[in-house]
């Protein structure tokens, strides 16, 4: 009982440092820009997270998402006609949810290839995809989980600059919304292109990345997500769902 009071009080006072910490950062980001004010705190909150708290690493690192967003989604949103090669791949699905009611998208990356759109449609697209996960969190979440199929991935589909440019923007624009990403069916020749991307990915996202081994397939996500929100692919009860059908 005495433990419980004790946590109690730590998360308690843990809360108040966030809120004054947010306080501050907001005095911060608005006085350089004004835009800033049209944010809640919740997203601030992300971004002090992702730096430790840190006032003015975080802000800097808020400035510069503001900046990038302006710049590379400056009608606030991305059309479906701005990434049509990704779209026509069919690679992307977003239905179901996890035990706490995070929103799921599965990837099925023997379906990706480079194409004339280059990187910048494709983080258009992951971009396209985080805004339609964002519209199914409900109240009082902010995170998702992914699950990254690679059954079948070869060389063909290898893309070292597209990998890069997604853990760019989870990483740096999109701070603490990645719960987990499941990487399952991974074969042997992917540690290849795992070896040149793995270097880029900071401490946090790294512990977020779980390549899930064939014999504990099944157990392994039904610990997470229950057998009627899994996609059929995986042994679940779920068709999968094209993300510009959502």
């Known amino acids: 009982m005495e433990i419980s009071i004790a946590r109690e009080k730590e998360r308690f006072g843990a809360n108040e440092i966030e809120k004054t910490k947010i306080s501050l950062m907001r005095i911060l980001v608005e006085r350089q820009d004004p835009s800033s004010k049209e944010v ?72 990706h290839f480079q194409h004339e759109g280059g990187v910048e449609e494709f983080k258009r697209f992951v971009v396209y995809l985080f805004d339609k996960i964002f519209t199914r969190m409900p109240p009082g979440e902010e995170k998702f989980i992914v699950i990254g199929d690679l059954k079948g991935w070869g060389y063909a589909n290898s893309d070292i600059r597209a990998y890069l440019a997604a853990l760019s923007l989870v990483q740096d624009y999109y701070p603490e919304r990645l719960e987990k990403l499941f990487l399952v069916h991974a074969p042997y020749i992917f540690m290849t292109a795992w070896k040149i991307v793995c270097p880029f990915i900071d401490q946090k996202t790294r512990n977020k990345i779980i390549f899930v081994d064939k014999k504990s397939l099944r157990s392994t996500l039904l610990e997470e997500i229950e057998e009627s929100q899994l996609p059929e692919t995986l042994g679940g009860k779920l068709p999968l769902v094209p993300i510009q059908n959502t």
């Open 40 to 111: 809640d705190d919740s997203t601030l909150r992300r971004f002090l997270r992702a730096r430790d708290l840190d006032v003015e690493k975080a802000s800097n690192m808020f400035l510069k998402y503001l900046n990038w967003k302006r710049n590379f989604v400056p009608n606030g949103s991305v059309s479906p006609t701005e990434i049509r090669h990704e779209l026509e791949q069919n690679k992307m699905f977003l239905q179901g949810s996890d035990k706490k009611g995070r929103p799921m998208a599965v990837v099925l990356a023997s379906r």
